[in-house]
C-alpha cells in the first residue's frame, strides 16, 4: 500500500491551500482515512478523518471550521482544503488509512499505513 501526499508549500496566512493524497490500491476506498501534523520538535497529532464513503468527518479543535476533509473515491485521493490557515500550522502534513474498524479516528495508532509527508509553510 502506498499513499503519496502532495500539495504543499508556502502559503500566506489567510490564503488557502489544498492537499491532496493519493491511495495506490482501489481498495483503499473502503476504508476511513485521516490527515496528522507534526511541527518541528513536537509528536505527530490528529488534524482531520473522513470515512469510507464521507459520512462523518472529524477535526481537531484547531482546525474546525477552517479545514475541510474530503474524498473522491473514484480517484483513490483524498483531500485537505486548508482555509484561513495560520502560521501555527506550519507543518509536514501526513495522509494515513484506517484499515481497522475501531472506534477511534484521532490516534495516530489507529492507522495502518502513512504516506510520506507534505511540508506546509505558513507565513505571518
Known amino acids: 500500500v502506498q499513499l503519496q501526499a502532495s500539495g504543499g508549500g508556502l502559503v500566506q496566512a489567510g490564503g488557502s491551500l489544498r492537499l491532496s493524497c493519493a491511495a495506490s490500491e482501489r481498495t483503499l476506498s473502503s476504508y476511513a482515512m485521516g490527515w496528522f501534523r507534526q511541527a518541528p520538535g513536537k509528536e505527530r497529532e490528529f488534524v482531520a478523518a473522513?470515512?469510507?464513503?464521507?459520512?462523518?468527518?472529524y477535526y481537531a479543535d484547531s482546525v474546525k471550521g477552517r479545514f475541510t476533509i474530503s474524498r473522491d473515491n473514484a480517484k483513490n485521493t483524498v483531500y485537505l482544503r486548508m482555509n484561513s490557515p495560520k502560521p501555527e500550522d506550519t507543518a509536514v502534513y501526513y495522509c494515513a488509512v484506517k484499515i481497522n474498524s475501531g472506534p477511534y479516528y484521532d490516534y495516530t495508532s489507529s492507522y495502518d499505513f502513512w504516506g510520506q509527508g507534505t511540508e506546509v509553510t505558513v507565513s505571518s
Open positions: 473522513i470515512t469510507w464513503n464521507g459520512g462523518r468527518t
